[in-house]
């Protein structure tokens, strides 16, 4: 339930946009805003890092309760838009997204560090894993029943506040209600030593993101970037592009992709369990999927760019069922990946890799977001009309 929190406002966000983008001035366009001012967001882990922490847990209340006012503030002004610089904004959503987006950020940096403490759970890191690709399914389980029932964006964004704080509801009991060693031990993320050997420990357990100790974390740390770059800013804001000539094809392929990304996050947990974490088996598989996901890529951003007459399958529904394919094999390699670097990555926890990793994310993802977002409106893919 926690790992459902993580990142639900913002898939919540293009997983509606089938239903705004045709209302709203920026039509297809408005996911390249997103993109840009969902990075925005990393204004809020940059705040925390340099101001006094507080009790970990407190942070992540926080965390927990902005996002629920995020999507419960979306709910009154999500239609509102406004004149900027000469031409009309829905300043409405985009307000909304901030709000969310800074939480979402924040949640890297607290999440994944409070989910590596439980040191006698290793489970709780894949749990948390398998719970962000959750938060896609949710939204897209909500996105199916509004098919369905026909209530508009206001009645969604409601529910999808109020799964946050069903969520909440379940922090508060894990931390609160979990008696084991692991969380009698753990209560902040810095904690104040009151002797020399605490503080030794302490100084030895966690180094800095740039030290010669972390060094050999590097390769990690690069290719957990490079997939948010992918995850959290080119595929959002190129897929729309890409799906455009096939009939629905953009929201079919999330809404398989968001079912299909929490069975490869669990699969990544089995596969790099206790027994299978050195086997030959277990690293092929990860270095296929590193190379799948990539494939996807260059497929989506191909999609994005070749002239109508040039897409394949065009317009048929066996292009829609081609689009869902790449689309579902690229999402869930990429969970299964992003799963299986964390996992890697936990027994190292008390020198703070998680945390480092975290940030590693953030990065990624906003250097993304400036370049897709550059892109996307300097290069504009061409129109796809259909007949």
């Given at each position: 339930m926690l790992g459902v929190s993580a990142w639900i406002e913002t898939n919540a966000l293009f997983s509606e946009l089938w239903a705004v983008a045709p209302v709203l001035p920026e039509s297809w366009n408005l996911a390249s805003y997103l993109v840009v001012i969902i990075q925005l967001g990393n204004i809020a882990p940059l705040v925390y890092s340099y101001l006094p922490k507080p009790p970990l847990w407190i942070a992540m209340l926080i965390v927990l309760l902005s996002s629920g006012f995020s999507m419960f503030l979306a709910c009154g002004i999500w239609d509102i838009t406004a004149n900027?610089?000469?031409?009309?904004?829905?300043?409405?959503?985009l307000v909304a997204a901030f709000v969310a987006s800074m939480s979402d950020c924040l949640s890297n940096l607290v999440f994944w560090p409070y989910a590596g403490a439980f040191s006698s759970h290793p489970g709780y890191v894949a749990a948390l894993a398998t719970g962000e690709s959750l938060s896609s399914a949710a939204s897209a389980a909500v996105v199916a029943i509004q098919s369905a029932c026909g209530f508009n964006p206001t009645v969604y964004f409601a529910i999808i506040g109020s799964i946050v704080m069903f969520c909440t509801a379940g922090f508060f009991m894990l931390h609160f209600g979990y008696s084991g060693k692991a969380m009698h031990d753990f209560v902040r993320e810095d904690q104040t030593p009151d002797t020399p050997a605490s503080s030794s420990s302490a100084s030895q357990r966690e180094h800095s993101l740039f030290s010669r100790e972390s060094k050999r974390f590097l390769g990690f740390y690069l290719l957990i970037g490079w997939l948010s770059f992918v995850q959290n800013a080119l595929t959002p804001a190129f897929l729309p592009f890409a799906g455009r000539a096939y009939p629905s094809g953009y929201r079919l392929a999330q809404n398989v992709l968001f079912a299909f990304a929490p069975v490869a996050s669990m699969g990544a947990a089995w596969l790099l369990g206790t027994r299978y974490r050195k086997n030959c088996f277990v690293t092929s598989a990860e270095i296929g999927a590193v190379i799948l996901w990539n494939i996807e890529v260059f497929i989506t951003l191909y999609l994005s760019y070749a002239p109508p007459e040039?897409?394949?399958?065009?317009?048929?529904?066996?292009?829609?069922?081609?689009?869902?394919?790449?689309?579902?094999?690229?999402?869930?390699?990429?969970?299964?990946?992003?799963?299986?670097?964390?996992l890697r990555l936990k027994p190292y926890n008390e020198e703070g890799v998680l945390k480092h990793a975290g940030v590693c994310m953030q990065i990624g993802s906003l250097i993304g977001a400036v370049v897709c977002a550059l892109t996307a409106n300097l290069c504009k893919p061409p129109d796809y009309l259909t007949s």
């Open positions: 900027v610089f000469g031409a009309e904004h829905s300043v409405g959503l040039d897409l394949p399958l065009a317009g048929k529904s066996s292009g829609t069922a081609f689009f869902t394919v790449i689309t579902v094999v690229g999402g869930g390699t990429i969970a299964f990946t992003k799963a299986a670097i964390m």
